[in-house]
């Protein structure tokens, strides 16, 4: 992974040039900030610019021997911790599951946790990095580097460590082993042992902004032009959730279907036909239901501005817009609010594995009560 492979940030990707650069790269660095945002391919970057033998322009060259073996991430100096799900067979590290991890990697450039989550087989899984994995960190650190200056930790979530693990490695950041250099990937830094939070020198990496998203949409994903402004805006800063949306596309016009269908229902009460929308959306499984009732959420929020006639804001594509020119009226501050907490109340449901079935009908009947408030 080079600085070049990743979008924007160019002030962050400068401030770690620098760094390393100017041989004041601290002993322990915290990457912090929201999830999808590119964190961790930047500590990745970081870490092969560390061990690149010729460096070029500001980045990693990408060809030497080094550079390669981080590109497979075989290199010999890199360590990676990450957290797992602890089983009678395993020995509680990292090592265990770096083949899935390395398979994560490459399919997941912005570290979506829901599918770690799947590559685990376990999608309602707590990860966590336990005190074997401390120990195993110290044990691969207490030997000198094999290839290059620094042995380099790239540790993704170390808010999930286990108070025993936090506390063997607080001592490993008080105690630094020579040329040793600890990167650490937080999406909740509040969570992090206190002492050990104390003891980093922290990067702040914040969400990007919309003319930034909305370049990558163009130029990295071939959106066109015109639809690239509301994508952007949807994302709320985050590369994950473009990802998101493009991979919702392919179903966009399947929940549109689902959702007027609903609407239209519920309208005329027609509570057999619900009954029967309810095992048809169900179909949809766990995680296809659960985009639906994001998309619905979105729908509402969208309908409800369209009502305020602030065009200006809403981010409609032209089949939602038809549809809503006559709907939004029903989406009103009388009533917005509790479909919206419906909607997210179903979704909570049926990510804890809940009767998608019965979930949908009753939110059908609660849209049949709230939408002509």
């Known amino acids: 992974m080079r600085f070049a492979d990743i979008p924007a940030h160019e002030n962050v990707k400068a401030h770690l040039r620098e760094l390393v650069d100017s041989n004041r790269l601290p002993h322990a660095l915290l990457l912090e900030g929201p999830a999808g945002i590119g964190k961790f391919a930047l500590a990745r970057a970081l870490s092969q610019y560390i061990h690149c033998e010729n460096r070029i322009d500001g980045d990693s060259c990408g060809k030497c021997p080094s550079c390669k073996q981080h ?40 570290m979506d946790f829901d599918n770690w989550l799947k590559l685990l087989n376990n999608p309602n899984g707590q990860p966590l990095i336990y005190v074997a994995e401390s120990m195993n960190i110290i044990r691969k650190f207490s030997v000198t580097s094999y290839a290059t200056r620094f042995k380099v930790l790239l540790m993704w979530l170390p808010e999930r460590m286990q108070p025993e693990c936090a506390n063997k490695m607080l001592k490993m950041i008080e105690e630094p082993m020579a040329d040793s250099i600890l990167i650490f990937v937080s999406n909740t830094p509040q969570e992090i042992l206190p002492t050990i939070y104390s003891r980093m020198q922290r990067v702040k990496v914040r969400p990007l902004s919309e003319p930034e998203l909305e370049t990558y949409l163009i130029q990295e994903c071939s959106v066109a032009p015109e639809q690239a402004p509301g994508m952007a805006h949807l994302a709320q800063g985050s590369f994950l959730n473009i990802e998101k949306q493009l991979s919702a596309r392919n179903d966009a016009d399947k929940f549109l279907e689902y959702f007027i269908t609903l609407m239209r229902q519920a309208y005329q009460r027609k509570i057999g036909l619900l009954r029967k929308w309810s095992v048809d959306v169900a179909g949809l499984g766990r995680e296809g239901s659960m985009r639906f009732l994001a998309y619905c959420e979105r729908m509402m929020r969208e309908n409800f501005i369209t009502n305020l006639r602030i065009p200006g804001l809403v981010y409609l594509n032209q089949d939602e817009e038809t549809f809503s020119r006559k709907f939004s009226p029903f989406i009103n501050e009388r009533n917005v609010e509790r479909l919206l907490n419906e909607f997210e109340s179903a979704r909570l449901d049926i990510s804890a594995n809940g009767n998608a079935k019965i979930i949908f009908f009753d939110l059908a009947v609660k849209v049949i009560l709230l939408l002509k408030q």
């Open 71 to 110: 590109a497979s991430f075989n290199q010999p100096d890199t360590v990676y911790s990450f957290p797992i799900l602890k089983s009678e067979s395993s020995t509680a590290i990292s090592d265990d599951l770096f083949p899935e991890f390395k398979e994560f990697l490459t399919e997941n450039k912005f």
